[in-house]
């Protein structure tokens, strides 16, 4: 089914840039090579993990910014040459806008935000929503990053959450956690194709992109499934294959390849390597660190995987122990792709949830 419908058509507010807090930019030096960006949901606060020693060096607290204490910081997205990220807060209902050194530049209103997803080449920030908001507006957000202004996009399926846009900015593609469909818009021409799954109700909670755009895959959280899709004519899409893997697939990403893809499974504690090409599992990693995995991020030469443990049951020990009543803290693994093990943990916050590569300056 499609429908024509303009992406840029119903304003419904705009916030304008605002001042970073006093003193925070200045004690935070230039950042000259790629840095891990991790959300603690559960207090707050980014860590900054430095990729090359493997060690948190510094902690962004969104509260010396006035956020609240249960602000839940959830995805990060970065431009590609690390001048700006951004920044989802469920609890806030807000995306905000960082610079590199880490100032706070400006923020825009968006009830219950989840994942994001930066347009290549256009002025476009694509937010979807969040799993936790049990019924959220069936609207997807378009912000223009250059003044963090807002506008909606209706998606006529309950509870928008996946948020793909592919390497050429063509198309997005978002997903219903409630029904079994996917919607793709096409950015230039504004057109709206719907692409419906039969069978059972998958939840259909993730996605990534190859970087060529020829395959969609798609995780069924609730079927412990994954969906393999042709998206070589999007916005028409053809579903190729199904794969059963362990509970509760999350986040998912592609090696720079496109021969495979990584995710962790909130519901075994282990990652999933698929082999695209055969569309099979090609390994389960499995080791101490693994322990509710959520985020997922793949180094730009394809040697490590990063993956965020969220740890709220504390079936991880940390190196370092919680101050006793604490909630326990959580981890970043990070995994070599030759190996397919586990290289090292790293101690991270609470509830760590998305995470993002942002770039040196």
Not at 17 to 23: F, L, S, T, V
Not at 50 to 61: A, F, L, P, Y
Request: hydrophobic share 40%.
């Amino acid at each position: 089914m499609k429908r024509c419908i303009c992406l840029l058509s119903v304003a419904i507010g705009m916030v304008s840039a605002c001042g970073a807090r006093p003193g925070m930019g200045a004690d935070l030096q230039a950042q000259t090579r790629p840095m891990l960006y991790v959300c603690n949901q559960e207090e707050a606060s980014i860590s900054v993990i430095d990729m090359g020693t493997r060690e948190v060096v510094r902690t962004i607290d969104l509260q010396t910014f006035g956020f609240a204490a249960n602000a839940k910081p959830h995805h990060i997205a970065a431009e590609a040459d690390g001048s700006f990220w951004y920044l989802s807060l469920i609890g806030a209902s807000k995306v905000l806008k960082f610079t590199g050194q880490g100032e706070l530049v400006g923020q825009v209103d968006f009830e219950t935000p989840g994942m994001l997803g930066i347009h290549p080449t256009e002025d476009l920030l694509f937010v979807g929503r969040s799993m936790s908001a049990v019924s959220p507006p069936s609207r997807v957000g378009l912000i223009r990053r250059s003044d963090m202004s807002i506008e909606e996009l209706e998606v006529v399926f309950p509870r928008p959450h996946m948020l793909v846009v592919d390497s050429a900015g063509a198309f997005v593609h978002t997903a219903s956690l409630g029904e079994n469909q996917i919607m793709t818009v096409g950015v230039e021409d504004q057109e709206v194709t719907f692409t419906a799954v039969e069978g059972r109700h998958h939840v259909l909670a993730h996605g990534t992109i190859s970087r060529d755009g020829s395959w969609l895959v798609v995780s069924g959280e609730l079927t412990g499934t994954l969906l393999l899709f042709d998206a070589s004519a999007a916005p028409t899409m053809r579903l190729l294959g199904t794969l059963d893997v362990p509970a509760r697939p999350w986040h998912l990403a592609f090696t720079p390849d496109q021969r495979f893809v990584y995710f962790g499974n909130q519901g075994a504690n282990t990652v999933t390597v698929v082999d695209v090409d055969g569309w099979e599992v090609a390994a389960i990693v499995e080791g101490d660190g693994l322990a509710e995995p959520h985020g997922i991020a793949v180094s730009p030469d394809g040697r490590y995987v990063y993956v965020s443990n969220r740890n709220l049951k504390g079936e991880y020990r940390p190196q370092r122990a919680s101050q006793a009543g604490d909630a326990p803290i959580g981890n970043v693994v990070v995994i070599d792709t030759n190996t397919r093990t586990i290289e090292t943990i790293i101690d991270v916050g609470r509830g760590p949830s998305g995470i993002a590569i942002v770039p040196g300056q």
